[in-house]
């Protein structure tokens, strides 16, 4: 398989399986409910207006501005794959750029789509293509359900700031978006001599 196809593949994968999840829990979960599959992982559906790890800014003017630099963010990551493949550089490296851009793209269509497809999801079931729906283009939500709590407890007294307070490990819920720029990243990283093959050199220089 060709370097473009092997792109082109995980990217439509990739994309299809994060909107396909996403669109499931929207459509099955009420805001806030949680499925226990164990205890150390749960469905828990929440929905954020910003960042990764639920952070905000600036409104709703920082909630367009973050989906303009987002969508701006998409056609570098391109230019970035496009050129990687005229390199013919290792597959993994590949797969690992297709992941971070399917991951940006998956929540740009919650950012941008979401709040003109569905309606609410506060005490009850969203409804797909709504009558009604909760928001405006450029304005949606992005959905969120994958909870890690790996241990839940009491903190000693000893540790500064924070000792004898409740602390969950790892407390943050994401999506599958957000878990291939993870992915994606975490392979650059393996990868990075393939990656970043000039900037070795320059290092050595």
Same mark, same amino acid.
């Given at each position: 398989?060709?370097?473009?196809?092997?792109?082109?593949?995980?990217?439509?994968?990739?994309?299809?399986?994060?909107?396909?999840?996403?669109? %499931?829990?929207?459509?099955?979960?009420?805001?806030? $409910?949680?499925?226990?599959?164990? $205890?150390?992982?749960?469905?828990?559906?929440?929905?954020?207006?910003?960042?990764?790890?639920?952070? $905000?800014?600036?409104?709703?003017?920082?909630?367009?501005?973050?989906?303009? @630099?987002? =969508?701006?963010?998409?056609?570098?990551?391109? %230019?970035?794959?496009?050129?990687? =493949?005229?390199?013919?550089?290792?597959?993994?490296?590949?797969?690992?750029?297709?992941?971070?851009?399917?991951?940006? #793209?998956?929540?740009?269509?919650?950012?941008?789509?979401?709040? =003109?497809?569905?309606?609410?999801?506060?005490?009850?079931?969203?409804?797909? @293509?709504?009558?009604?729906?909760?928001?405006?283009?450029? %304005?949606?939500?992005? #959905?969120?359900?994958?909870?890690?709590?790996?241990?839940?407890?009491?903190?000693?007294?000893?540790?500064?700031?924070?000792?004898?307070?409740?602390?969950?490990?790892?407390? %943050? =819920?994401?999506?599958?978006?957000?878990?291939?720029?993870?992915?994606? #990243?975490?392979?650059?990283?393996?990868?990075?001599?393939?990656?970043?093959?000039?900037?070795?050199?320059?290092?050595?220089?």
């Amino acid at each position: 398989m060709s370097k473009k196809k092997l792109a082109i593949l995980t990217i439509c994968i990739a994309i299809i399986l994060d909107q396909v999840i996403k669109i %499931y829990v929207k459509t099955h979960f009420v805001l806030g $409910e949680e499925f226990v599959v164990f $205890e150390w992982f749960r469905i828990h559906f929440t929905e954020n207006n910003g960042m990764a790890m639920g952070f $905000e800014f600036g409104g709703k003017a920082g909630k367009l501005f973050l989906t303009l @630099f987002r =969508i701006v963010a998409v056609g570098a990551i391109i %230019y970035w794959l496009a050129g990687t =493949i005229k390199r013919k550089v290792h597959n993994a490296v590949v797969i690992a750029i297709s992941l971070i851009f399917s991951g940006a #793209v998956g929540n740009i269509i919650d950012s941008v789509f979401y709040g =003109i497809i569905f309606d609410d999801s506060n005490h009850k079931v969203a409804t797909l @293509f709504a009558d009604k729906p909760y928001g405006e283009l450029f %304005y949606g939500k992005v #959905v969120d359900m994958f909870y890690f709590p790996l241990w839940q407890g009491v903190l000693p007294d000893w540790i500064p700031f924070v000792g004898g307070e409740f602390f969950t490990f790892f407390q %943050y =819920i994401f999506n599958p978006a957000d878990a291939f720029i993870s992915i994606g #990243v975490a392979l650059l990283f393996f990868f990075s001599k393939q990656a970043f093959p000039k900037e070795e050199k320059q290092l050595k220089a």
